[in-house]
């Protein structure tokens, strides 16, 4: 078995080809990630532009104390007056600023009676004035390829005047449990050695949630024979295949054996890591295929570590779990010489993160409940030992996943 650092350099050095471009119109494309750089083709704003409502005056007369209104300069009007000396034109925001102005005096700050304003409080020069370029300048590359679009993006977009975007489409990973002891979502239990699946479940929401498209295939028993026609099948309709059972040293273990025989170049198989440790990834040609561990909560946090990451490269983007450096509440022991994954629950305070395992149940690597709360994943290291109150360890958030 491999450190997990050379795991990660392993798929780091993975020749992943993005997936194809396709065209979408803005609002569809939220959630997808950017095939080209957006750069801006204008200034915004393209000239001078209130940003309250007011007067727009010289700077210079505010010593006179009182000025007369010579106009009104509603937003989206074309002003065809002139701001000149002892003069002001009413002026309101994304109003464009009258020639002559380069100051805008809030009405806040003044009295009007009849047709004058009462300066009753000054402000520095230009204020209230939006400059040119203030938002963009023209030429400047505001959204690079390989971006994520939301709602921030989608809203520069819009200000651009760009309907349609070019986008890289969503890798599909195609999702397989074997076991022949596991039922499916409404199927009767027969005899008290059956159990319900639940990594294929798991592993579709994970994929939705993740930015990948999910194609459901349910479970297969274990025989190679079965085994060997679902991946072949799976090969055909997908980018990735996700596996789940089969990867460790048992005699009904076959996913190991198949994906050997499919003529696929292992990248890696076994990683000192827990749980988990049994996780194997190969290629072939353009599509993956990952087979993970069993027990649904080393199933879990591998897909976080292994597949998540592959998803992402296979758009292009730039993203990754975040993170984040945070206190222990209590002490930690370590159980194994292994770089560990943790679930602890998460919290806040005064700015700085706490961990702690109140619920978290000590035992095997199927305890899924353990993933329930406001959880995140404590990492500690194949070097790093036990821990004590207070000391400082590394988290992964496992909600927020950024560029």
Known sequence: MIHFNESL???????????????????EAQGYVLAEDIV??????AKPTSAMDGY?????????????????????SEVSDAVREGVCIKTFTGSLMPE????????????????????????PFGFSVRAIGENYAKGELLIPQGTRLSFCEIGVLASLNIAKVWVYEKPTVAIL????????????????AQIRSSNNYILEAMVKAYHGIPLQLGAISDDKESILNALEMALQKSDIVVTTGGVSVGDFDFVKDVIGALGCEILFKGVRIKPGQHIMVAQKG??????????????TVTALLYLLPLIEKMQAGRGGLRQIKARLKEPF?????KAEFTACNLSEVEGEYYVDFKGKKVGTSAILTNMLGDVALMVTSEEESSKEAGEEVMVLLLDSYTA
């Open 9 to 27: 350099k392993k798929m780091k050095e993975a020749n992943v080809t993005p997936t194809q471009r396709k065209e979408l119109p803005l609002m």
């Open 40 to 45: 801006a083709d204008h200034h915004s704003p």
């Open 56 to 76: 727009a005056i010289r700077h210079q007369d505010l010593c006179l104390g009182r000025l007369k209104i010579s106009s009104i300069n509603p937003a989206g």
């Open 100 to 123: 002559g102005a380069d100051t805008l005096i809030p009405i806040e700050n003044v009295c009007v009676e009849g047709d004058e304003i009462v300066i009753t409080q000054e402000v």
């Open 177 to 192: 449990s074997t076991g022949s002891e596991l039922l499916l979502l409404g199927e009767e239990q027969t005899n008290s």
């Open 286 to 299: 353009k599509q993956f295929i990952i087979g993970l561990p069993g027990f649904a909560y080393s199933s």
């Open 333 to 337: 022991t370590k159980r194994a010489k």
